[in-house]
């Protein structure tokens, strides 16, 4: 029989069917296994077939699922926090391929530092194949364990109790929320905290190419301001000026619009309004969890 080890594997999903219940089956055949998956569900409504799978899995107390009515990442990630039952939360995406060794090296890397974020190796399909054995250079694909500075959404482990004294993730990093990682580093990293990668917590993120944040389109063609909200929001909240500023240009700066310049007058209206926007997100303050009995960390 498997002992589950004392640890909360938390997944926020969003428009995701097929390729979410093919996750979740992953993740309870690990060995060892994690205590709890709490899925943190922002979906409408899913394919009758996913509908009863999840259902299945809830009533037979292999998953907590909880529906949540509007979709947002870092409140759905606040509200796993919250909800979570061991100290020790794994946070992944809903579209992943886990190694053996996934949970097991999170919570070992716990055991030996009570006061760290454990990042894990994450194989983009780009990756797959290629051998970074010899790589000297750092990249959340690399084979070597570092003290690093930032980490990937689709995996990261934190314990609950640090993540809620800082507050949890805010919650103005919208639709999108790109940077919101970033942005709780910097909390995390000034609260004197740090940040370890651990090769050995391994998992392939598969990109699905529906659902998730690419509801939103695709950011190097959009007119909407949802992804580039996040950046402008970040550069404000942590005095990274100069990326504010410089953002527009870079943005356009690619060569997708080398090959479609028609593209730039819409991206640089999607740049206005994202920025915008986070200056109206910024001068309301941020949005940090409520935790029942205590004032926001803000």
């Known amino acids: 029989m ?14 995701r ?38 259902r299945q899995l809830a009533n037979a107390g292999r998953i907590r699922w909880l529906r949540l009515p509007v979709p947002s990442i ?15 939360v794994l946070f992944l995406d809903d579209d992943i391929r886990p190694e053996p060794d996934l949970v097991a090296a999170h919570r070992a890397a716990h055991t030996t530092d009570q006061d760290i974020l454990v990042a894990g190796r994450v194989l983009q399909p780009w990756d797959e194949g290629l051998d970074y054995s010899q790589d000297s250079r750092f990249h959340f694909a690399s084979l070597k364990p570092k003290w690093i500075d930032e980490f990937v959404g689709c995996n990261f482990s934190v314990r609950r109790s640090a993540a809620l004294a800082l507050g949890g993730f805010d919650e103005n990093f919208v639709r999108v929320a790109y940077r919101f990682e970033a942005e709780f580093a910097h909390r995390l990293l000034a609260s004197g905290r740090r940040i370890y990668y651990e090769p050995a917590a391994c998992l392939h ?30 550069g404000l909240r942590t005095g990274a000026l100069r990326e504010f500023a410089a953002r527009p240009l870079r943005a356009i700066a690619t060569r997708y619009h080398l090959r479609h310049p028609w593209r730039v007058p819409f991206t640089l209206w999607a740049e206005l309004g994202g920025m915008l926007w986070a200056l109206g997100l910024h001068l309301r303050g941020p949005r940090h969890v409520q935790v029942p009995g205590k004032k926001d960390s803000a």
Request: proline letters at 5%.
């Open 205 to 234: 993120h598969l990109k699905a190419a529906a659902g998730g944040t690419r509801t939103y389109g695709e950011h190097l063609s959009t007119w909407r301001p949802d992804h580039a909200v996040g950046a402008y929001y970040f």
């Open 74 to 88: 870092t409140q759905a990630m606040n509200q796993g926090l919250l909800q979570a039952r061991h100290d020790v």
């Open 17 to 54: 069917e097929a390729v979410l219940v093919e996750t979740i089956h992953a993740l309870l055949a690990l060995d060892p296994l994690a205590a709890e998956i709490l899925l943190l569900d922002q979906t409408e409504t899913h394919e009758t077939e996913i509908e009863q799978r999840l």
């Open 2 to 15: 498997r002992t589950p080890l004392p640890l909360s594997i938390v997944i926020p999903t969003y428009r």
